[in-house]
């Protein structure tokens, strides 16, 4: 009996201790996922810099967990990863800025949807939500041009190695494959790529009514949160610091949008060295369409340009065609009248030309 009571007592006392720990742990815990950063994870010098520019974004008033989770948020393997975050500080205290990793970001942007919906759906649906398995393993790309460190300057930007360690081999006769297969269903360019979380800027108010410039002022700074990222540098640039494109086509220079949103198309869809209009992967628009922006046919985050047409042409134009069904896919390389190239010459001869002229001329004379 004696043995029994000293057992059962032994037993308290380690289950009681358990429960102290346990609810010293809990309310430590709650504490810290509901008390301000700046007493809790922005206390640390390499986060500051996250927490303060957070402070001035436009989603200021979200809390860090919200994005970013706690340690159970997707259980063992989160409570791992914080574990890892603490060691990290412990033995890397020098660190002046920590950035999430890959995967870290591919989480994040699971939680960007709760709230952005629309704009997630129009990505999945739109070329930019491609992933890695369609960029490096596609046979016909890669057999006419090697894959090369940089094709992860567009296709890849928070991938932490370099290109040797995602696809084998680099050479144009293959076959390909992904050492990494891990990686084949990952998209290769997040919303991350010219989306910053922390970017400066207000949030969302209901206007102005009464005043219609207030209004105007606020549409017209719709894109004051897109940035760029740069892999080399690895870091954001805001819109304002991208440089405008400047485009030529042989000696005569083209005339590119004022539309600040390509100066981030054009970070990937850039010409060569000698900005020349057509070369690599420009598709500045020119002929007809010369000073359009690519927002004036392709929607902000699907890319879809289908409805594009039609919403600056009739059905039937004053060239007596049907512009709805004219082939003018950038995509077909026999495409007449691409969409990005299409000149009046590409549909008039030039002796309709010299008849139009005769004709304009004769008008003129008649005024």
Known sequence: MKRERIYKTILLSILTT??????????????????????????????GKSVNSMAQSSHRDFKCKECHGTAFSNGIHSLKEKGMMVVSHINEARVENIRPK???LLDILNNCKRCHATEYADWISGGHSVDYQHIFLNEKHNSTEQVNFDCLRCHGMFFEGTIK???EPLNIRGPWHLKLEQKATDPAI?????????????????????????IFYQQKDTFSVVSFYDRHEKTHYPIAELPKLKLWQGEQMVKVSDDKVIRICVQCHAPNKAHQAGTSDDRTPRGVHEGLSCNDCHELHSNSAKNSCKTCHPAISNCKLDVLKMN???????????????ACSDCHTKEKLEALKKVQKNLNVLK
């Open 102 to 104: 890959e995967n870290q």
């Open 165 to 167: 360690d995602l696809v």
């Open 190 to 214: 997040p919303c991350m790529a010219c989306h910053q979380i922390h970017q400066l800027g207000q949030p969302a108010i209901r206007p102005d009514y009464a005043s219609p410039k207030a």
């Open 328 to 342: 003018t896919s950038y995509a077909d390389a026999k495409s007449p009248n691409n969409i990005h190239t299409v």
């Open 18 to 47: 358990f429960t102290i720990i346990l609810l010293a742990f809990g309310s430590f815990y709650t504490y810290w996922n509901s008390a301000p950063p700046d007493r809790t994870c922005g206390g640390c010098h390499e986060i």
